[in-house]
């Protein structure tokens, strides 16, 4: 009878570990995945205004301006590139999968804009896709914060960015 109770015992006291365990990496869970939806939504936030580029454009903005600009809207999209990637690692969600495609792309496009001899002609020949990346960016920066984003919403700015040329 005393060995059936001692095995009772040992096995509460391994079940109350293991649920504090459990809990404890959960909460670390919420955590990561918290601090991520920050910084992805603070990356989203400094692209939704990509549309200046059309205003940088039609007043005749200077290269060096316009490179700066670029490069900021590379670091956020890296930025955002990266937070998306970890949040789709985490939760499975293919929203946070298209997210990081198109935010990878622009990337990639802005560091070639920044790089370029010639930024305002790259920018010129793209200037209506930005715009339209620039609204969806901010569609897709709105649903997040309401914790509503769809995977229409992704999809779409994942198309967009697929139609960026140099």
């Known amino acids: 009878m005393r060995r059936l109770l001692a ?13 504090y365990t459990y809990h404890r ?14 910084v992805s939504i603070t990356a989203l936030s400094c692209m939704s205004d990509m ?19 670029a490069g900021r ?8 590139s990266e937070a998306s990637e ?8 293919e929203t946070y999968r298209d997210i990081h495609a198109a935010a990878s792309n622009l990337a990639v496009f802005f560091n070639h804009v920044r790089n370029s001899g010639e930024p305002k002609e790259l920018l010129l020949k793209n200037v ?10 901010s569609e ?14 992704t999809g779409r700015l994942l198309n967009l960015t697929k139609g960026l040329s140099w």
Not at 61 to 66: G, K, P, R
Not at 73 to 80: E, F, H, M, P, S
Not at 140 to 153: F, I, S, T
């Open 7 to 19: 095995v009772i015992v040992a096995l509460l006291i391994l079940s109350a570990f293991l649920g």
């Open 25 to 38: 990496v959960d909460a670390e869970v919420k955590n990561a995945e918290s601090g991520l939806l920050s």
């Open 51 to 69: 549309d200046a580029f059309k205003t940088m454009l039609e007043t005749n903005t200077s290269a060096d301006l316009l490179r700066e600009r």
């Open 73 to 80: 809207y590379a670091y956020c999209a890296q930025v955002l």
């Open 86 to 93: 970890s949040l789709y690692e985490l939760t499975g969600k």
């Open 128 to 137: 209506d896709v930005i715009v339209s990346i620039g609204d969806a960016i």
């Open 140 to 153: 897709v920066y709105k649903a997040e914060l309401r914790g509503g984003l769809r995977k229409n919403q």
